[in-house]
């Protein structure tokens, strides 16, 4: 041991540094030292602050997860301690927790978000394809373009209903009523499935209506007005007439 070693070492002994100094001293371990105790003690403090003396320290982060699983090995002695029974007591009422919870996931399933287009076309009073009309031309005069697609839209569906090319049914949305209606007008089948993919789009999908969206409903509108339907028994008449 050298010197300043041993001048450390005493000096984080205790309070007998002179007493173990003199011994030290005496024994011809090195020269005399007359510092005193307390810059002493703190040159020994800044001597084992150094770097090297830490290297093999922990990191903030070990730091972090040691304090952390302390905490947890805290709560749960604690929790044993409060529960009948102690550690038994806890795992059973866990594992009875965990069985609750698998009970009613498998009863309930799992939770499904409600696709956006599921929701209904018409969500508030019954309205006639006159009155959907009027609102969606007031709304495009002042440019709301998303209220006047989908008042427009609405018209349509309604439109069909009141001619009975679609049954009235609480609860259709634009996807069921553009299919639906497409079967029974095969020629525009492909703009209703459109139209009804703009109405999803701007309310839903988070997509601004357009004049031009707008537009094209409206032109639809007017030609369905104009359409008439294939019914199935002459579609089918026809067919033969055609075969013979």
Same mark, same amino acid.
């Given at each position: 041991?050298?010197?300043?070693?041993?001048?450390?070492?005493?000096?984080?002994?205790? +309070?007998?540094?002179?007493?173990?100094?003199?011994?030290?001293?005496?024994?011809?371990?090195? +020269?005399?030292?007359?510092?005193?105790?307390?810059? *002493?003690?703190e040159a020994a403090r800044r001597e084992l602050? @150094?770097?090297?003396? &830490?290297?093999?320290?922990?990191?903030?982060? =070990?730091?972090?997860?040691?304090?952390?699983?302390?905490?947890?090995?805290?709560?749960?002695?604690?929790?044993?301690? /409060?529960?009948?029974?102690?550690?038994?007591?806890?795992?059973?009422?866990?594992?009875?927790?965990?069985?609750?919870? #698998?009970?009613?996931?498998?009863?309930?399933?799992?939770?499904?978000?409600? +696709?956006?287009?599921?929701?209904?076309?018409?969500?508030? @009073?019954?309205? /006639?394809?006159?009155?959907?009309?009027?609102?969606?031309? #007031?709304?495009?005069?002042?440019? &709301?373009?998303? =209220?006047?697609?989908? $008042?427009?839209?609405?018209?349509?569906?309604?439109?069909? $209903? $009141?001619?009975?090319?679609?049954?009235?049914?609480?609860?259709?949305?634009?996807? $069921? *009523?553009?299919?639906?209606?497409?079967?029974?007008?095969? /020629? &525009?089948?492909?703009?209703?499935?459109?139209?009804?993919?703009?109405?999803?789009?701007?309310?839903?999908?988070?997509? +601004?209506?357009?004049? @031009?969206?707008? =537009?094209?409903?409206?032109?639809?509108?007017?030609?369905?007005?104009?359409?008439?339907?294939?019914?199935?028994? /002459?579609?089918?008449?026809?067919?033969?007439?055609? *075969?013979?």
């Amino acid at each position: 041991m050298n010197g300043a070693g041993g001048v450390l070492t005493a000096v984080l002994a205790g +309070p007998h540094t002179g007493t173990t100094l003199v011994a030290a001293l005496s024994r011809g371990d090195g +020269p005399p030292v007359t510092v005193p105790r307390d810059p *002493a003690r703190e040159a020994a403090r800044r001597e084992l602050a @150094r770097r090297m003396y &830490h290297e093999n320290d922990p990191s903030p982060v =070990q730091r972090a997860l040691n304090a952390f699983w302390d905490w947890v090995d805290r709560l749960f002695g604690a929790a044993s301690a /409060s529960t009948p029974g102690g550690t038994l007591g806890l795992l059973v009422v866990l594992l009875f927790v965990v069985g609750v919870v #698998a009970a009613l996931w498998w009863r309930l399933g799992t939770p499904h978000r409600a +696709p956006a287009s599921s929701a209904t076309l018409f969500d508030d @009073r019954p309205k /006639s394809a006159a009155e959907h009309r009027a609102t969606a031309e #007031a709304h495009a005069a002042q440019g &709301h373009w998303n =209220q006047a697609v989908q $008042e427009r839209m609405r018209a349509i569906v309604r439109s069909l $209903e $009141e001619r009975a090319l679609l049954d009235p049914r609480p609860g259709r949305t634009a996807d $069921e *009523a553009g299919a639906e209606a497409g079967r029974t007008l095969p /020629s &525009h089948a492909d703009r209703l499935v459109a139209a009804a993919r703009d109405f999803d789009d701007v309310t839903y999908g988070g997509r +601004p209506g357009d004049p @031009r969206a707008y =537009q094209r409903l409206t032109d639809l509108d007017r030609d369905l007005e104009r359409t008439r339907p294939v019914l199935a028994g /002459s579609a089918h008449g026809s067919r033969r007439g055609a *075969a013979s």
